[in-house]
């Protein structure tokens, strides 16, 4: 395996160099201007293998077990391959319209042994490669041996990349730019019932999870059957709850934004399968936590773990994904696009789901069934009950983990320390932090409610 990782950076690219040099030199035809668009950054892509990451490979020959560390160091470096992939639709499109039989004729020529295209993929097949050849390695070596597994993270991580970016470059009309917007975190066709249409029918949306956005946007094809993503809306990630499981349908989850997961405010969407719906889950989930304690606290934190593990708890979707990013940029140009997409309990429209939401205001229990709760913590919504005479309450538990025994704890916390809800989602009063205990109401029956809020 060491050997072919050697052979593919000794061999492919001199080929490669050999075709690019004598069509370099069609000044006279009208390819002069689309050479760029065409080769893309095939070249830096050459000269870092040539010049650069060969010669470290080399420094591993007689420790194969180490070499992701060279991965590793190299990692960003890898990037170029995103910005080729991305590009490689274009390629592709112009070779089509304007290479004719010129580069037929210089294949002749110079006695090549394969046409243009077979080397202007190369790049795209190599990226992929990697992961099975590191992972040949790893199967080799004891675990925990070396740092394989390192490696295989950063190489499953490339074909991801660029295949979100091929998405992405095809959205249009967004009133954010793709800078702003960032690196998308997750991206995949889905099923969306939106509770503002008149019409309660499920639409198909291609969906972008960002750091601090989730996009929707709506696949359209012009005349040529090119495909692009027309903007349709957006949510603020730091205003989403999520409720993972709806009743029904197991591959159906939703998003709301407020207090409460309210069926008339909330979106409902559904995945291809139920381990893509696990997964969009589990990232939303991540996501909001990451900026709810990034805009709460005066420290910034660190990313979420589950953003560093290892290439050993990466789920067998990562590699079926990079394996298919060839096949992803033909089809791209076809128009064909195929969705790229990269967790867990049974809630429903009914109470006792679970509905997750964060505290934002310290609260003391002030009897055996009210549950004590400190800002910045995240609850499982078991019921709301909005328009109690003493004031809004609301049942929560803490979230359970994957190793439990016991029952998590829970009880009962005044509405007014959970997320707040936007404007009319609740028809009853808003309490403010003077709240009535539910242990003291029969003592404080005759209080008013709270000024009520529209």
Request: hydrophobic share 35%; glycine share 6%; net charge negative.
């Amino acid at each position: 395996c060491f050997e072919e990782l050697q052979k593919k950076h000794r061999v492919e690219h001199p080929i490669a160099a050999y075709l690019i040099k004598p069509v370099q030199r069609i000044t006279k035809y009208q390819l002069l201007l689309k050479e760029s668009i065409i080769f893309g950054n095939i070249e830096d892509i050459r000269n870092f293998h040539r010049d650069v990451f060969l010669k470290e490979l080399e420094k591993y020959e007689t420790m194969p077990e180490d070499v992701g560390h060279c991965f590793v160091t190299w990692a960003l470096k890898f990037d170029m391959y995103v910005k080729y992939c991305k590009n490689k639709p274009e390629s592709n499109s112009l070779l089509v319209q304007h290479g004719g039989t010129c580069f037929e004729e210089l294949q002749k020529k110079h006695r090549v042994e394969h046409p243009i295209a077979a080397y202007l993929i190369k790049p795209v097949q190599r990226i992929t490669k990697y992961q099975l050849l590191l992972k040949d390695l790893q199967s080799c070596c004891d675990e925990g041996q070396g740092e394989i597994k390192d490696g295989l993270e950063v190489m499953l991580n490339v074909p991801k990349k660029a295949n979100d970016a091929l998405h992405l470059s095809l959205l249009e009309g967004c009133d954010i730019s793709s800078d702003e917007l960032g690196e998308v975190i997750l991206q995949d066709t889905l099923h969306v019932w939106d509770p503002k249409q008149l019409i309660r029918k499920g639409r198909e949306r291609h969906c972008f999870l960002f750091e601090l956005y989730l996009v929707f946007s709506k696949e359209v094809k012009d005349s040529s059957g090119k495909a692009k993503y027309i903007y349709k809306n957006k949510l603020m990630t730091s205003e989403l709850g999520v409720t993972e499981h709806i009743e029904g349908d197991e591959c159906k989850f939703a998003v709301w934004t407020g207090r409460a997961p309210i069926s008339d405010f909330r979106i409902v969407l559904k995945a291809s399968s139920l381990d893509s719906k696990q997964h969009w889950v589990k990232k939303l989930r991540e996501v909001i936590q990451e900026t709810y304690f990034s805009s709460a606290l005066p420290l910034s934190l660190p990313k979420s773990p589950a953003k560093l593990k290892a290439g050993s708890q990466r789920s067998s979707r990562d590699l079926e994904d990079s394996t298919s990013l060839d096949e992803s940029v033909e089809n791209l140009d076809r128009g064909s696009l195929a969705s790229f997409g990269s967790g867990n309990t049974t809630d429903s429209d009914k109470t006792g789901g679970v509905e997750m939401t964060w505290v934002i205001a310290d609260h003391v229990a002030g009897g055996a069934a009210e549950l004590s709760v400190t800002k910045g913590q995240q609850v499982e919504v078991v019921e709301v009950k909005p328009g109690d005479p003493g004031g809004e309450w609301c049942l929560v538990r803490m979230p359970t983990s994957g190793s439990a025994v016991d029952s998590p704890p829970e009880g009962l916390v005044p509405l007014a320390v959970l997320k707040q809800p936007p404007p009319g989602c609740l028809k009853s009063s808003v309490v403010t932090a003077t709240t009535t205990s539910p242990n003291r109401r029969n003592a404080d029956h005759d209080l008013e409610p709270g000024p009520s809020e529209g």
